[in-house]
């Protein structure tokens, strides 16, 4: 249980700068700044959006009042839009420094942000992922949409031109309508669990690599799934939370005035709707209802791209410790993996020094001088816990310990954070 709760809150693990919590704040701030903007561009749409319902309720038609607001309406639509493109370029900004922190444990730019080749890459992931939305959307919807009509004509088509029967159309939304809306998800949770990882293994890699993400999760589905149950779980209590202290006092002002609108909607009484819903005790209570709806994003947000970043490490070590070292067969035989990690090294092989704890400890896969000699000249190491120090010995004496990043051939930066680096070794 241990492990996969370390996997879940992995953005948890303590890190030496809060690099995490000030990028987060850079996006909040950035977020706020496109709200104001966006209402600043049309608040005379916004200011006025209560005449739409006043007149609706009113029947009235009047052209002199209905254009202009319809002009505006068009006008809220395509500055939203162009809103929406920079905030997604925000975020993707947002969603690459925190995983190159996590990953590689690097922090460019201003707290982390940099419109660098990983933003845009994370930000070329985002568009596969509309495509792969619309792609299963559309599969699904040959499937269900021939279903839902073959079902429904039994109570449309009454004898006589009669209305249909409103029990049941119940019944066939509950029996047919519900399992085929819930069964559409089904397809959009097992491809966003196994291509969930896509923006961290591009980070990882350096490269675009959304469809390797699908080898990343392959034997790891249940763990992923299990990892973002938890964490959707936690939101959701959190959100009904959120909801029942704002959203319930704003319920009990507005009700007695909702249930007198809809026995008798008129103009009269829709103003005085939209009139308890935009006071400022109502406004105040929606403000403070959606800045905490949006925290409660932020964090599910975070807590996701770490158990996207710790998955995308974990496919790493095998990259950089096996096959970049260029060991054979014989020498990856030592290592192998089982469901809680990386399994033990065997006793007595070529290199007993090998330790392999699982996935937060230390794997030092080089210890003498004709492994340095056959690795091409590098050590390769990983390592994460500062209590595995001494497992990581050889490569401080040599000197190669807490280099940054940057700087070349890289070791071990960080012990706490999971790493998989080169280290260039003097001649034995």
Known sequence: MAEPLKATFFTLHHRDRAVLASATLMLAAITLLLGAVFAGINWGTLSHLGDIFTMSAAESKDPARVMPL???????????????????????????????????????????????????????????????????????????????????PSFLMNAGGAPPDIFAMMRWQLS???????????????????????????VARQRFSFLEAWTVT??????????????????????????????????????????????????????????????????????????????????????SYGVNARMAVVSSWRRSCLEAAGFGAADTGVLSQDRGGWARARRGGSRPSQRIYGHERVALLVADAADYQRAGGRVYGAAVNQGCCRDVWFLRQRGCHYLRPAAGDQAVQDHRHVRARACPLPAA
Do not use: K
């Open 70 to 152: 319809l002009g505006g309406v068009f006008g809220l639509m395509g500055s939203m839009f162009l809103v929406l493109i920079v905030f997604y370029l925000a975020l993707a900004a947002y969603e690459a420094a925190c995983l190159r922190w996590m990953i590689r444990g690097e922090a460019p730019g201003l707290f982390g942000w940099r419109f660098d080749n990983d933003m845009w890459r994370v930000y070329g992931v985002y568009w596969c992922w509309v495509g792969v939305h619309y792609a299963v959307a559309m599969a699904m919807g040959v499937l269900i949409v021939p279903i839902m009509f073959a079902t429904m």
């Open 176 to 202: 047919v309508q519900l399992p085929l809306t819930l069964l559409q998800y089904l397809p959009l949770i097992f491809v966003g669990v196994r291509f969930g990882p896509a923006a961290a293994t591009t």
């Open 218 to 303: 392959r034997g790891r589905f249940w763990e992923l799934l299990g990892s973002f149950a938890v964490l959707w779980l936690i939101a959701g209590v959190a959100v009904a939370l959120v909801m029942a202290l704002a959203t319930g006092p704003l319920l009990m002002r507005i009700w007695p005035v909702f249930a007198e609108m809809w026995r008798s909607p008129s103009e009269a009484h829709v103003q005085s709707y939209m009139h308890a819903i935009f006071s400022p005790q109502s406004l105040v209570l929606l403000g403070a209802g959606y800045a905490a709806d949006f925290v409660v994003l932020l964090a599910l947000m975070l807590m």
